[in-house]
């Protein structure tokens, strides 16, 4: 079993490496941060077998090349953990230098029962 995850050298997407390699997957992480990618990959290597792809999934064709890539070394994955984040804060400020976001509709997430995350396969 194969877990790709993109964002996968620091914050949520380490630990979703992390927790999918206690349970036995190869991982495949895909990270721009070059470093951090080698020193997840350094972390996590050993009883499971780890690939990593140095790519910035911020342009357009970004996940089209990630795609690519996957098909062209033969990795299929079992669970794909999408983390990538993008962060602009220039964005959030108004002329006053306040910030504000955009409004969006409130959503409601289904109840989990306790110890979900513990019950993964």
Known sequence: MVALITGGSSG???????QLAA????LVLVSNQEQAL??????????V???T?????AHERGADELFAWCRAEGILPDVLVNDAG???FKELQTEDRTASAPSCPPCSLPARRPGWWTSMP
């Open 23 to 26: 349970r036995g997957y190869g």
């Open 38 to 47: 080698a020193e997840a990959a350094r972390e996590l290597s050993g009883p």
């Open 53 to 57: 792809r140095c790519q910035d999934l």
């Open 49 to 51: 077998t780890v690939r």
């Open 12 to 18: 949520m997407g380490l630990e979703f490496a992390r």
């Open 86 to 88: 993008m962060f602009f």
